[in-house]
Each structure stands twice: as structure tokens, then as C-alpha cells.
T-cell receptor, first 111, second 116 residues
Framework: GQQLNQSPQSMFIQEGEDVSMNCTSS?????WLWYKQDPGEGPVLLIA?????ELTSNGRLTAQFGITRKDSFLNISASIPSDVGIYFC???????????FGTGTKLQVIP | DTAVSQTPKYLVTQMGNDKSIKCEQN?????MYWYKQDSKKFLKIMFS???????INETVPNRFSPKSPDKAHLNLHINSLELGDSAVYFC???????????????FGPGTRLTVL
């Protein structure tokens, strides 16, 4: 089946630094989603991308839908302690197809 | 108001027992899901129901049986629990139209199942 690989698997950064993470797939998707999961909670949607090449921002977060439709990137600028959590990418093909989640990137921010 | 709620939040039980997890959404969505998150935090879909009809049934042992009494509820019953069933189970809901996902999936807070 489809697999979404995220990198890095985990990262420690200093508060104020920018963060980049990416997600690659062995097959194409029509929609890319980025979620954040806080400890003990369910994932919450951060950004949704619907077109190849699309670049979308949500506050300090910026995500891009790769032109090949097989990858996506998430950037967080000027990180703060509450950015700590696990970030998941997810791909959706459409037509009652399931949402496939990535392996996750665990982010730790050092104050 | 809680959008997607699950009960219980924690469930500790012995191997071989049968248990149920309940999920309710008050968002008016027509599609509900069950996901399993393992110890490595990998999220994998188990089931999806649209208007009480089973849409997605991933390769899940038939010890797992979802039941949707109405659009707002999707319960998960697990028979003969095994050690490997220990995980966090998330319920989610979304709105779809003609198979197209119209909005994000809203997740519940999760149920941590521990099988001893």
C-alpha cells in the first residue's frame, strides 16, 4: 500500500529558530494535509493543500504541495515552546479514499 | 462544546476480554472513522462509515466490529482482546459529498487501550 515517509523523524531546536520538515510518497495524492498532535490529544489540522505547486500559510506555518504531487513540505518560522508536538502529513486521493498518514516528525523546542 | 468525544479515555483490561469504545460527534458530519495509533505514533485507518454505511474496512482482524447506530455515533467493539491490541484508538468525523472530502477530519481525544 501507499506509504508516506516524513523526515526528520525528530528534531530538537532552539526557540526562535525556523523549522523545516517534509513528506514523500511513493504515489501521487490530490490533497495534502498537515496535522499537529499534542501529547494526549488527537491530531488537529494545520494546513490543507489542494493543488500541485500550491503554497499556503497559516500564521508562522507555511506548507507547499509538491509539483510532482508526491511530496509536501512544512515550514515553521520563529518557533516557540508551544510548537512542541508531533507533526503529521497526510495524503488524500479522493473518492472515498482513505486519508494516509505519514510517519510523523516529533518536534522539541528548547526555551 | 466537545466536537468529537470518546469514552472511555483510558481502558485497561485482561487478555481475552471483550470491550467497547464509544464515539459521538455533534458536528452534523456524515462520515466517521476509527484510527489506531501504535507505540511508534503511526496512525492507521481501520474503518470509515458514511451515513451509517461501511465505506472503508482496512485489513483489521474480525475481532474488531464497528457499529454505527446513527450518523452521530460510531462505536468500536473488540472481542477476545490480545496484547497487540494495546494502542491509542482515535475516532474522527468529517463531511463528505459524493465521495469528496469537504473539510478536515476532526479527531477525538483518543482512547488509550492497555491489554495485560
Amino acid at each position: 500500500g501507499q506509504q508516506l515517509n516524513q523526515s526528520p523523524q525528530s528534531m530538537f531546536i532552539q526557540e526562535g529558530e525556523d523549522v523545516s520538515m517534509n513528506c514523500t510518497s511513493s504515489s501521487i495524492f490530490n490533497t495534502w494535509l498537515w496535522y499537529k498532535q499534542d501529547p494526549g490529544e488527537g491530531p488537529v489540522l494545520l494546513i490543507a493543500l489542494y493543488k500541485a505547486g500550491e503554497l499556503t500559510s497559516n500564521g508562522r506555518l507555511t506548507a507547499q504541495f509538491g509539483i510532482t504531487r508526491k511530496d509536501s513540505f512544512l515550514n515553521i518560522s520563529a518557533s516557540i515552546p508551544s510548537d512542541v508536538g508531533i507533526y503529521f502529513c497526510a495524503g488524500l486521493l479522493g473518492g472515498y479514499q482513505k486519508v494516509t498518514f505519514g510517519t510523523g516528525t516529533k518536534l522539541q523546542v528548547i526555551p | 462544546d466537545t466536537a468529537v468525544s470518546q469514552t472511555p479515555k483510558y481502558l485497561v483490561t485482561q487478555m481475552g476480554n471483550d470491550k467497547s469504545i464509544k464515539c459521538e460527534q455533534n458536528l452534523g458530519h456524515d462520515t466517521m472513522y476509527w484510527y489506531k495509533q501504535d507505540s511508534k505514533k503511526f496512525l492507521k485507518i481501520m474503518f470509515s462509515y458514511n451515513n451509517k454505511e461501511l465505506i472503508i474496512n482496512e485489513t483489521v482482524p474480525n475481532r474488531f466490529s464497528p457499529k454505527s447506530p446513527d450518523k452521530a455515533h460510531l462505536n468500536l467493539h473488540i472481542n477476545s482482546l490480545e496484547l497487540g491490541d494495546s494502542a491509542v484508538y482515535f475516532c474522527a468525523s468529517s463531511q463528505e459529498h459524493a465521495g469528496v472530502l469537504l473539510n478536515e477530519q476532526f479527531f477525538g481525544p483518543g482512547t488509550r487501550l492497555t491489554v495485560l
